[in-house]
Structure formats: C-alpha cells, structure tokens
C-alpha cells in the first residue's frame, strides 16, 4: 500500500534562507507522481509543485524545487529565499498512475515558520 | 484561472441532521473527489467518483456518506445523519486525468461543525 512520511512536525526558518521538508514515500508501482501542497491558516489547499517518477531532473517552480532520490524514495521540497507568506502547513501528497480512482494520499504535513 | 468552488464556507449543525456539501469542480475536469481534514490532522481521502459512479472510497466513507453530481456542474457530498466526530474541514477536488501527472485542485473547503 502507498504510504507518505514527512517526520517534520514543525520547521523554523529565517527570512530569506533556503529550507528543505522531507518526504519519504512507499510504493509498490512503477508510475507515480509526487505533488507538494501548501495549506496557509486560512485553510486552502494550494498546489506548488509535480514530479513524475520517471522524471530525471528536479522539478522546480520558481523558488520551489523538489529534491528527487527516487532510489532513497525520497521527495523533498526546498524553498529558497524564504518569505514571511511561506509560513504554512506542507503536505507531500503522491498519486500512482494506474490507481482506479486516481486518489491523493497524503503524508501527515509540515508546519513551516518563517521568522523575520 | 478556473477554479473549485465550495459552498458554504461554514456550516453548523446539530448531531443527528442531514446536511450536503456543495462544490463546483473545474468545468473541464473529469475525475472529482472529497476529502476531510480534522482540524491539525492529516488530509484523509473519502471517495473519487468518475463517469457518475464511485471510482474508490475509503473506510471513512460508510452508508451514512453518499455523492452525486446532480447536473452537469455540481459535485455534493451529503451526510445523512451527522456526528459529533463528522467535525471537520471537507475538502473537494477535481482532476482532468487519473494520470500521475496530473495534479488535484482543492476548494477552499467547508467547515462542518456538528454540535
């Protein structure tokens, strides 16, 4: 069965460094895509960033990347230049291609603090 | 940009009553879902539904749960007879494809309170 991890509970940063939330994952299949979510206070689930598990380089968007070790079966989210508006809940979510429905699974979050 | 649209943002209800979430997936899109957030805790998957019939649902989503996409544009969720434990955000979704590759975008959800 799939499974995501992130062991982060909570991160600190300083305003505009770089910061890295893990995300381990387990799955059987193949084909698979790695999503990263940001949930602000307000509560909205916002996208931010896709890596497919055939992709060979590192996705990036802006000042998100994605740190891609397919044979560790990690998928870690670095922010560079990180801004008071980061300060959010982060979830690593995956979904297997050839999953029936097509769900999401997501790991248990991160909640990431940006101190000025 | 399209978006997913929830209504309402907020209900209240008592233990026992009926209620159904509402929600307006990206008009192109064709794969729609519901997820729960208790509050603090993860992002917990209920149903997918495709082609007017459910694709998977979880464990969470038993016979007190049902969805439906009455026309072609809205997606609900309805609960029969609400618990205390149904408090929650829910969350709806929609996807163009099953694929990999293809992300799901989210509501900004509704928060059920049940009293």
């Known amino acids: 069965a799939q499974k995501i991890t992130q062991t982060q509970p909570g991160m600190f940063v300083q305003e505009k460094e770089a910061v890295t939330l893990d995300c381990t994952y387990d799955t059987s299949d193949q084909s698979y895509g790695l999503f990263w979510y940001k949930q602000p206070s307000s509560g909205e689930m916002i996208f931010l960033i896709y890596q497919g598990s055939y992709d060979e380089q590192n996705a990036t968007e802006g000042r998100y990347s994605l740190n891609f070790q397919k044979a560790r079966k990690s998928a870690n989210l670095v922010i560079s230049a990180s801004q008071l508006g980061d300060s959010a809940m982060y979830f690593c979510a995956m979904r297997e291609v050839y999953n029936q429905g097509g769900k999401l699974i997501f790991g248990q979050g991160t909640e990431l603090s940006v101190k000025p | ?115």
């Open chain 2, 1 to 115: 940009e399209p978006e997913v649209t929830q209504t309402p943002s907020h209900q209240v209800t008592q233990m026992g009553q009926e209620v159904i979430l509402r929600c307006v997936p990206i008009s192109n899109h064709l794969y729609f879902y519901w997820y729960r957030q208790i509050l603090g805790q993860k992002v917990e998957f209920l149903v997918s539904f495709y082609n007017n019939e459910i694709s998977e649902k979880s464990e969470i989503f038993d016979d007190q749960f049902s969805v439906e996409r009455p026309d072609g544009s809205n997606f609900t969720l309805k609960i029969r007879s609400t618990k205390l434990e149904d408090s929650a955000m829910y969350f709806c979704a929609s996807s163009l494809r099953t694929g990999g590759d293809s992300p799901l975008h989210f509501g900004n959800g509704t928060r059920l309170t049940v009293t």
